[in-house]
């Protein structure tokens, strides 16, 4: 183009950059993603916590298993660092202390249900004040499930 003047050509000015509407539209993207990563991390370590408290469970059912073998008897529902056994010598452990947090339930105790004529004894976690079990071991077998 030329402006009129002397003939001369009219410089054009080259942006060099984004505009702040492309801005905003990549902070966008990136904000949303990063949403979807800590949802999805939230999940993973709920699982974790489930996993570690499965094998803490695997743990105490081992030492019930021999306590019931050496004669003597699970302490019932329980807290951490009440002792798992009484009655069998060198039997000496406490429940170990259990996650806090899991699932949006917090306050877990432990739970000895069974072992009565026959029947297979279970050690469960449950919610404190509550009934329903999270992770239930059998003790003659030593095998744990999620609830």
């Known amino acids: 183009k030329k402006n009129g003047k002397d003939g001369e050509k009219m410089k054009t000015k080259q942006n ?19 949403g979807i990563v800590l949802v999805s991390l939230g999940s993973v370590r709920d699982r974790a916590e489930v996993s570690s408290m499965k ?13 019931i073998n050496e004669g003597g008897t699970i302490n019932g529902t329980t807290t951490a660092g009440g002792v798992i056994c009484t009655g069998a010598s060198g ?23 069974g072992g009565v004529g026959g029947e297979p004894a279970y050690l469960s976690t449950v919610v404190t004040g509550g009934t329903q079990p999270v992770i239930t071991c059998t003790i003659t077998t030593g095998s744990c499930i999620n609830s």
Do not use: Q, R
Request: glycine letters at 8%; charged letters at 5%.
């Open 55 to 67: 094998s803490t469970m695997a743990s105490v059912t081992t030492i019930a298993n021999m306590c």
């Open 91 to 113: 039997i000496t452990e406490i429940y170990p202390t259990l996650p806090s947090n899991i699932n949006g339930y917090s306050g877990f105790s432990y739970s000895e249900t």
């Open 16 to 34: 060099k950059g984004f505009t702040l509407i492309e801005l905003l539209v990549v902070i966008a993207i990136i904000g949303i993603l990063a």
